[in-house]
């Protein structure tokens, strides 16, 4: 069957719609009033959907938003059926837990660049600090009893219709996030689930990329809990617990991780079953623990992903490709850098488990076009790439590119600077297109806030981009493949496209032709020597094949155990004794 790609992206939530206004005509009002319930832990789920599915990290204290929403909420409700202002505090329920998860996102995730098991830890003691102080502070929370005695929502009734005000929500948080998903922003939280690392070399500060999507997560579990307090009228500590933080997690994985409709399916369908073997059997618990482990081994995907498999098969499709395509326009101009170009390393020391690895380097860069890095393995090239980009600390010393020390700085802040790197082993999004490859690539240092929230960002081009994609034509015929299904040569190219997108000031290449055919090497210096020449850029190249250094390089700078041994011509360095004695390199 075909549809057009409005229909594919608004049929599902149509189903959605529908399923919900079946309720109640179909199930009666008890049913409608345990569904709601139910929609109110798929939207939290929503949100670990996001921060887990979408970006990676995995937090184990979500309850802790729900419930933080659900006592201001709770406390609002019944301070407004005295005195009026205590409506204008309702807002807060939503936005306190909003401002806690983006503001603890910051702080840790300021300076780290990998996500790791320490930040699921810290939710998760959070999440059971929230539960302890909601048992203890019984003058505001009513302690272990819960605080109860709370009113409903003007003109709703939470045996009837306040059911359509909580469908409606959940229809919109869906809506939203299903929106977010397709999104340059949503592509840059794929990557930052993908490879962190190499999306701050492109300038992207991925700290705040995180902290933006776990505060969006704060606020849909604290708005969860806003609409939860009317509908129950007692909001108890265990609002707040970790048993129901880890629940949360459990319908997520369940339903499916990387799909809001998957946090719906699993907190509605395991809230029903789980309500209904209460009732008849005695080890229910053990039930849908099998039930959990079933569909996890099955389906790792979750139960959304048998789905989307199915609609496939019919025809359908059950979600919207997360970037779709745009028609081309013109790409905004790059952000202005200083036209200074020079790169100093003056004197500097790194030092990694008490083993030097840089002793007192000293190396100035300052004519444009290509420079070779050469010498021998252990001399400290790709390490002196590593403390430029600040993947290693800078002991001593100092580093200057256009005259401005870049110590202390990060990895994004670098990048930002102008400086763009290739690794020696492609550093790709496995999970990403080559057509998001280059898209992230073209948005580095041009694209603002509101450019990463409209579709039409998806169709930026530039000069710069046609003539790669010429020059390298599987970028073309092969745009929707996912990196992780392409060759090593086609992943060494698709690394080096990206590094010249941004139209850098200085490109840092650490053996662009590594486990590359003489006709994939020959292929590969024609792009640098056309980059370089086209940008007027300077390109730092650390190559062993001397065919290569021989072919793009002017100049060639010598390391050896640290420091450098000497700079020249290729011909000066190889008549060099002091160079001979220690390196000679090959060729292809």
Known sequence: MAWSRGAERAWPLGLLAAALVAVPP??????????????????????IVLAWGRCGFLPLGQALFFGLGAYVAGLALKGAATN??????????????AALAWGLARVLFARRFENGPYFSLITLALSMLGFQIANQWSSVSGGFNGLGGIPELPGLDRYG????????????????????????LGTLWRAVADNENRLQFFGFATNRLKALA???????????GLLYAPHQG???????????????????AVGGRSSPYGALLGAVGIGLLSATLRQHFAYWEVLVAVLFIAVVLRYPGGLVAALQALAQRLGLVLQAPAAADAAPVSAPALRAIDEDAVLEF????????????????????????????IGPNGAGKTSSFNVLTRRLPLAAGDIRWGGRSLAGLTADAVARLGIARKFQIPSVFPSLSVADHLRIALWARRATGADLLRAGTHGWTTPTRQAVE????????????????LSQGQRQMLELAMTILPEPRLMLLDEPCAGLSTQETAQQLQVIAHAVARLGNTALLIEHDMSAVQALASLVHVMHQGRLLASGTLAEVQADAAVRKVYAGGHK
């Open 26 to 47: 179909l199930g009666g009002d008890f049913l409608a009033y345990q569904v709601g319930l139910y929609l109110l832990y798929g939207m939290v789920a929503q949100g």
């Open 84 to 97: 009026g202002w205590w409506w204008l505090a309702l807002p807060l329920a939503a936005l306190l837990p």
């Open 161 to 184: 219709n306040m059911y359509w005000l909580i469908a409606a929500t959940c229809l919109a948080s869906t809506a939203l996030f299903v929106w977010l998903e397709r999104t340059p």
């Open 214 to 224: 776990f505060g969006l997560s704060g606020f849909m579990g604290g708005l969860a």
């Open 234 to 252: 007692l909001v108890t500590p265990q609002t707040t617990s970790f048993q129901l933080s880890a629940e949360l997690v459990i319908w997520t």
């Open 346 to 373: 003056d004197a500097v020391v790194v030092r990694q488990r008490g083993v030097t690895i840089l002793d007192g380097l000293s190396l100035r860069i300052e004519t444009r076009g290509v420079h070779g890095l």
């Open 470 to 485: 010429a020059e390298i034509p599987f970028l073309v015929t092969e745009q929707h493949r996912v990196a992780g299904e």
